[in-house]
């Protein structure tokens, strides 16, 4: 049974540095993509980034591309999501998901989900 399960969210200012993390159990995760989506109130949910657990290779929505990266630890089966120059646009519950796909940006294509992380960035 895949779990995912998030912690690092939180609040902070404009400008700060925030980083997600996401363990994951249950499967090797070979030929999955891990990723971040993300959704604000009001909002629909959208595709932050993700990352090949196996390959490496990795893809982010222009909204925070430059400004957040995505790493994994194989041996961990972790993945993190590095969130730098907050800015309050990127208020939203974070979602970690997997899926047996190459970094797809719908979140129809992810099967497993975590419960979600909120991240609140405010003066």
């Known amino acids: 049974q895949v779990q995912l399960v998030e912690s690092g969210g939180g609040l902070v200012q404009p400008g700060d540095s925030l980083r997600l993390s996401c363990a994951a159990s249950?499967?090797?995760?070979?030929?999955?993509?891990m990723a971040w989506f993300r959704q604000a109130p009001g909002k629909e949910s959208e595709f932050v980034g993700g990352?090949?657990?196996?390959?490496?290779?990795?893809g982010f929505s222009d909204s925070v591309k430059g400004r957040f990266t995505i790493s994994r630890d194989k041996t961990k089966f972790t993945v993190n999501l590095q969130m730098n120059s907050l800015k309050p646009e990127d208020t939203a519950v974070y979602y970690c998901?997997?899926?047996?796909?190459?970094?797809?940006?719908?979140?129809?294509?992810?099967?497993?989900w975590g419960q979600g992380t909120q991240v609140t960035v405010s003066s």
């Open positions: 249950g499967a090797t995760f070979s030929g999955y993509t």
């Open positions: 990352i090949r657990f196996i390959e490496g290779t990795s």
């Open positions: 998901a997997a899926g047996q796909n190459w970094l797809n940006r719908n979140a129809v294509r992810y099967e497993y």
